[in-house]
């Protein structure tokens, strides 16, 4: 699972459509040259960004360097040998998905590319476009002879053909299983990798590792330790220029129906027989499986949508949701999603936890907070302390990466004081080399063949399972009265620690 790169082959392509698109230009693209940079790249490498914008090979490659300056962890000057490379091995091909004649363009780019490349057909298809788009390029693409179903033992021979699906995968489950059903016509599982960039993430892998390699916290992860869990996906941005997107999916779609989800998986799942996919997406499946369906009432009360009105971020004025360019003056989308889940299994019954997400909050924030139940008796209290504050453990997976545990300690004096004193370790003074970005590991991994780290259908089929009955409830409500809450606060509900369970969250006050 961690060893990608001692798999990888000794040539490949890489085929982007949509690479004029924003995904491309902030994420796609900077990771590829950093890999290079790193020499992590198969020696015979060829990338061919495929859109429907004018660019040329020369005008792609000089916006591939405009986007390198502004978006990449590594900057071009540092490797200018890495950059030249990177760009003498990149063509752009202009087409439409839907047109015959120009995906045969395309193959026959490829087959000229593969005759310097080695006699290994190695493709990876990287799908940075709207799903809608996705599922029919994957029947013209084999029409064209450019993709074709491989086994992996054809894969040894003849080469891989593979593809990288991006989220959102469908728009619901019907969408979903329809979308899962027509790549698997054409295509075997092992060449689809369904992509969620937050799985690649350094302190996401790490929750794995913290839970099976660190014997003082397994015997504690269950509920007769937890109270509660927190995983929070808090942006300060907007929609910016995801405006289209953004309004005809939303929050839930947008972050609770796959990031949200697969870290409560993650954090939650029984340990896997080893660190390979099928034991991993096992568990994870699991996991999602066993999320108690939401009843109606708690369709009521557990779970709260939410819209921004305008307000401050940082210092700096936002305007409303609905003033935002691109989205409707009268639309009903939730930018704040918020869900209290529980697990129907032995280890977690009875512990809730606490989903959420949403744009134009405080700051920018991802972290899972784990609450520990208070100790049974205050033994300190004869000497007028009060009762020790739980403990807590924060795995903070954005902006800095970091592992915090809060304690209880003794304060220095004659006076027995106990006070919460917090631990940390932080990744970026603690190790001294920088964490790769997430889409530096997941091509990496698609190119090596490795899909640990990439959604498995029947975790895609579970968590629209779960979500679908508050996407119909949604539906069905009258007008929700939005906005209600402004831009630069925690949402809805008047602060960021938010969910208490003695409390029918509908009926809190909106915060003004």
């Not at 015979?44 to 591939?64: D, E």
Request: net charge negative.
């Amino acid at each position: 699972m961690y060893e990608a790169t001692d798999n990888l082959p000794e040539s490949c392509v890489i085929v982007i459509f949509g690479a004029s698109g924003d995904l491309t230009t902030r994420k796609i693209v900077p990771a590829l040259f950093n890999l290079t940079a790193e020499g992590r790249l198969p020696s015979r490498f060829h990338l061919v960004g495929y859109a429907r914008s004018g660019f040329s090979t020369k005008s792609f490659r000089q916006h591939m360097r405009v986007s390198l300056e502004r978006h990449s962890r590594i900057t071009p000057q540092e490797h200018p040998d890495a950059l030249e490379r990177l760009l003498e091995n990149t063509t752009y091909c202009r087409g439409d998905y839907d047109t015959t004649s120009d995906l045969t363009a395309l193959r026959k780019e490829l087959d000229s590319l593969e005759v310097h490349t080695g006699p290994a057909q190695n493709r990876l298809f990287y799908f940075a476009v709207p799903p809608e788009t996705a599922s029919g390029l994957v029947g013209r693409l084999q029409e064209t002879a450019l993709l074709e179903r491989r086994t992996l033992a054809e894969a040894e021979n003849k080469g891989f053909h593979r593809v990288v699906m991006e989220k959102p995968f469908g728009h619901d489950l019907d969408s979903a299983c329809a979308l899962n059903a027509g790549l698997l016509k054409g295509l075997e599982e092992n060449q689809i990798f369904r992509i969620d960039h937050y799985l690649g993430k350094e302190t996401v892998q790490n929750i794995m590792v913290l839970r099976f390699a660190n014997s003082i916290f397994e015997p504690v992860w269950n509920n007769r330790y937890v109270k509660n869990v927190h995983i929070t996906v808090a942006e300060s941005d907007g929609v910016g220029n995801r405006a289209k997107y953004f309004d005809s999916a939303g929050a839930l779609r947008d972050v609770m129906q796959n990031h949200a989800l697969q870290l409560l998986a993650l954090f939650a799942m029984e340990p896997p027989t080893g660190m390979n996919a099928a034991a991993v997406r096992t568990e994870k499946a699991k996991l999602l499986g066993a999320l108690s369906p939401l009843s109606d009432e708690e369709l009521r009360c557990a779970v709260i949508r939410g819209q921004y009105s305008a307000g401050n971020v940082g210092g700096k004025k936002a305007v409303a949701y609905r003033s935002e360019k691109g989205i409707a003056p009268d639309s009903r989308t939730e930018t704040f999603a918020a869900i209290r889940a529980y697990i129907n299994n032995w280890r977690w019954n009875g512990v809730p936890f606490y989903l959420s997400t949403g744009k134009r909050l405080v700051r920018k924030l991802t972290e899972v907070a784990i609450e520990f139940k208070e100790v049974p008796h205050n033994l300190f209290a004869p000497f007028g302390s009060e009762d020790p504050a739980p403990n807590m453990l924060k795995i903070h997976v954005q902006p800095e990466e970091r592992i915090a545990m809060r304690i209880t300690s003794k304060s220095p004096g004659l006076k027995m004081n106990l006070t919460a004193v917090d631990m940390e370790l932080p990744y970026s003074s603690r190790f001294s080399s920088q964490s790769p970005e997430a889409y530096e590991r997941l091509i990496l991994d698609a190119i090596a063949g490795d899909p640990s780290l990439f959604t498995g259908s029947e975790e895609i089929r579970l968590a629209w399972e779960y979500v679908m009955p508050v996407l119909e409830y949604w539906n069905n409500q009258p007008e929700p009265t939005f906005p209600n809450y402004q831009a630069g606060s925690w949402g809805p509900i008047g602060g960021k620690d938010f969910f208490r369970e003695d409390v029918c969250y509908s009926e809190l006050k909106t915060e003004q």
